[in-house]
């Protein structure tokens, strides 16, 4: 029974002897970030991760109220930044609203500063003038909208024609222990409703156009991966764990906290990876 994981540190954890995988880490205080580099097509299918680049953030739990997350954000901002070619940049939040889980992506973009439209004369005198240009959207799921979420990004990118798209969506985790504690950047794109077994086309440059790049917050487990981390078994009898067949989500009770949270870091990551001219506070006064 295959384990279900949007994340790739945990698609390596028991592969260290594979070739085609370059891993960093580094380690800041309550902060460590892991680096992984897959270079290898055979390598890539074996783990179910494309070749590409991911940067795994793990921190202290995001629902704790008393945390100051000026410090995450601009280390993530950093590494996001790594990705980015320069340019205007397309930011587009994934996900529903309606279903707390899987809401990060559309509340995320509540903390991302959209300036497309701040041009000339205003944005000189009000001090703007430096900040890059940035569209803002959150896409919804097809369910709500009756278009797959590929195609909206997809033409909104050839309408405002930007060097680069952010896409942030909610993930699934392996391991309880990372669920709202755990940031990953990827260059690979996203493939929305994966994590939930609803896959949908993907958002990623061979599809977009441009360089995707992913960020994303595991807010789920899937029982039968659960179970078969916990017992430490691969032999679980499905219908135990899924009556009638259906696919069961773990998440934490504090998810409402935990969203809110998510949303704010990620997006104030993403103004900081886009506007490195401004200063955190700046930053976040333009978006409060």
Known sequence: MQTRTDLAIENTETQTDLPGIVKEELNDGDIKITRIEITSEETAGLIKKPVGRYITVESLPLTDNFRDLRKEALMIGNEIRQFLPQGDVLAAGLGNTDITPDALGAKSMRYVLATRHIKGEFARSTGLEKLRSVSVISAGVMGQTGIEVSEIVKSLSESVKPSAVIVVDALAAKELSRL????????????????????????????????????????????????????????????????????????????????????????????????????FDTLLSLVS
Do not use: F, W
């Open 180 to 279: 709202g504690c755990t940031v990953q950047i990827s260059d690979t794109g996203i493939y929305p409703g994966s994590g939930v077994g609803n896959h949908r086309k993907g958002i990623t440059k061979e599809n977009i156009g441009v360089p995707v790049i992913a960020v994303g917050v595991p807010t789920v487990v899937d029982a039968v991966t659960l179970a078969q981390d916990i017992l430490n078994r691969h032999d679980i009898e499905k219908s135990k764990i899924s009556p009638r067949g259906e696919s069961m989500i773990v998440t934490p009770r504090e998810i409402d906290l935990l969203i809110e949270s998510a949303a704010k870091l990620v997006g104030m990551a993403i103004n900081c990876a886009l506007q490195s001219e401004y200063d």
